[in-house]
């Protein structure tokens, strides 16, 4: 379930808003300018090739990419797999990559195929934590800090558009913002 809570950058236990409301969230962040859309769910879209995936959101990746912004577009999945000793390790690890406060040169569009993660928006005095689940496009603007949570078990595929083929890099703030925050588990299981 897509989910937004806002909340006082300088306090988390200050909840302004929780809200699972989707048109509630799309006007909480297009107040802020952060583009927020839904996409039609492709069932099972954990089991579907990269490809094909492509070719089953061919018109919506187009409408969005009109202007031909987005020379490159792929696709970024992990799934749990307890079978393999290392997965843990493996998880961690592609948690931790984002999970401190950074910006991109670029906007950063995602769209969740399936799966869920959890992107902090640190906006002035606020910190808007939007969980996006299957179905949803968040754009995160070019310059904005913010970090991600993919959470303890991530399990996620989503499509990534990018201007430049390293626009994924962050330049991290070095703040440790994030720690003081919810993580998208403890979001996940708070009432
Ligand atoms: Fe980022």
């Not at 859309?37 to 409408?63: G, I, K, M, N, Q």
């Not at 202007?67 to 696709?75: A, L, P, T, V, W």
């Not at 083929?165 to 703030?173: E, H, K, P, S, Y």
Request: aromatic fraction near 10%; include cysteine.
């Amino acid at each position: 379930m897509t989910l937004l809570q806002v909340m006082a950058a300088a306090g988390p236990g200050d909840i302004r808003v929780r809200t699972t409301d989707e048109a509630a969230i799309t006007a909480e962040l297009a107040e802020h300018g952060i583009a927020f859309d839904r996409w039609p769910v492709v069932e099972r879209a954990e089991s579907v090739d990269s490809d094909e995936l492509l070719a089953r959101y061919a018109d919506e990746v187009a409408a969005l990419n009109e202007s031909g912004r987005y020379e490159h577009i792929d696709i970024a999945r992990i799934h749990p797999n307890d079978a393999d000793p290392a997965w843990a390790e493996v998880a961690a690890g592609a948690r931790a990559k984002f999970l401190d406060e950074h910006r991109h040169a670029e906007d950063e569009v995602r769209f969740f195929a399936a799966g869920r993660g959890c992107f902090y928006l640190h906006l002035g005095e606020e910190v808007l934590a939007v969980v996006c689940e299957a179905g949803d496009l968040l754009s995160v603007p070019a310059g904005t800090l913010h970090w991600f949570d993919m959470g303890t078990r991530p399990d996620f595929v989503a499509i990534r558009f990018f201007e430049e083929a390293d626009g994924w890099v962050g330049d991290f703030t070095g703040a440790k913002i994030s720690r003081d925050f919810p993580s998208l588990d403890e979001l996940l299981t708070a009432p």
